[in-house]
């Protein structure tokens, strides 16, 4: 099970984006989707999509969090064709962040914000390793400006199979950037690709719970470890959810809850909806209890 998934918060767009989004790559499909009702959102939808390999978590759960460019999808790309036609596609309804152009840093690259709110960046590339077509993108701003290289740090050290690959920094003269703050940095958690950088224009928006980083626990023991090591924010933690020192959002969730809400049936559901309800930190045990209506 792929360990860290990107989950993406939607008022109501969470199956009309799914189905846009597999329309975007080869070797993508809708993986599963459940209704979770009797929410504070009402009743609630959770689909979880494969795009050419990577998975995916998107819920429709009411309007009150708002994606935002602070993370984005980097997709690695092969031919500038791949690019252009994805460009078209997510121009439709969308808003381009950074025009389609060549860079000094690739020869074709795009910043392109989609029609449900979803940021992508679109670079050409020398070769696509498999597994790693999808970047999550880290950007810190406002009040987490400068702080991208503790950050990587400290997630490297939380999570295993995790290293620093490569870090560029501000030098002088690039202003409003500070010397020695990111200007881009590539780290793998768990094997995974991620990327960060800080940025100290003016921006309107910063890390909330609309992108979420989903951890995949196998048991007790790692729910509490996560749990331990992330949250910073105790107002913050609610039903598996936390947010770090830096601001940015995670959830951490047992392995056995994707299996719950996939295969149980109404009452099932019901009753570890309202378990998990009254849940800061997931007590997995109760949950299964739950489940069985123990």
Not at 89 to 102: E, F, H, R, T, V
Not at 122 to 128: E, G, R
Request: glycine fraction near 6%; hydrophobic fraction near 40%.
């Amino acid at each position: 099970m792929q360990k860290i998934v990107t989950h993406l918060w939607y008022d109501k767009q969470a199956a009309e984006a799914s189905s846009f989004y597999i329309s975007l790559f080869e070797d993508s499909r809708i993986e599963s989707s459940a209704k979770i009702y009797d929410t504070p959102s009402g009743t609630s939808e959770l689909v979880t999509i494969s795009l050419a390999g990577t998975r995916f978590m998107l819920i429709s759960a009411g309007p009150f969090f708002k994606i935002n460019p602070s993370i984005s999808i980097r997709v690695d790309c092969d031919t500038v064709e791949e690019i252009d036609i994805l460009w078209g596609k997510l121009s439709d309804g969308g808003i381009a962040l950074m025009p389609l152009d060549s860079y000094p840093f690739s020869r074709k690259y795009g910043w392109i914000q989609d029609r449900y709110g979803l940021s992508w960046q679109l670079m050409l590339s020398d070769k696509v390793a498999e597994g790693r077509k999808f970047t999550p993108t880290l950007m810190f701003t406002g009040e987490h400006c400068g702080q991208a290289g503790a950050a990587i740090r400290f997630y490297t050290e939380v999570f295993s199979n995790s290293s620093l690959e490569g870090e560029l920094y501000y030098g002088e003269n690039e202003e409003p950037d500070a010397p020695g703050t990111v200007k881009h940095a590539a780290f793998t958690l768990e094997g995974q690709p991620f990327a960060a950088m800080d940025s100290a224009y003016q921006h309107e928006f910063t890390f909330n719970e609309a992108v979420s980083l989903l951890v995949n626990c196998k048991d007790q023991k790692e729910i509490d470890y996560f749990w331990e090591k992330l949250s910073f924010v105790p107002e913050a933690e609610q039903c598996g959810w936390l947010k770090d020192k830096y601001g940015v959002s995670w959830q951490i969730v047992p392995e056995a809850m994707e299996e719950m809400l996939r295969k149980g049936n109404p009452e099932q559901l019901k009753r570890v909806t309202a378990a998990f309800l009254q849940m800061k930190k997931f007590d997995l045990a109760k949950l299964r209890e739950a489940y069985e209506g123990n």
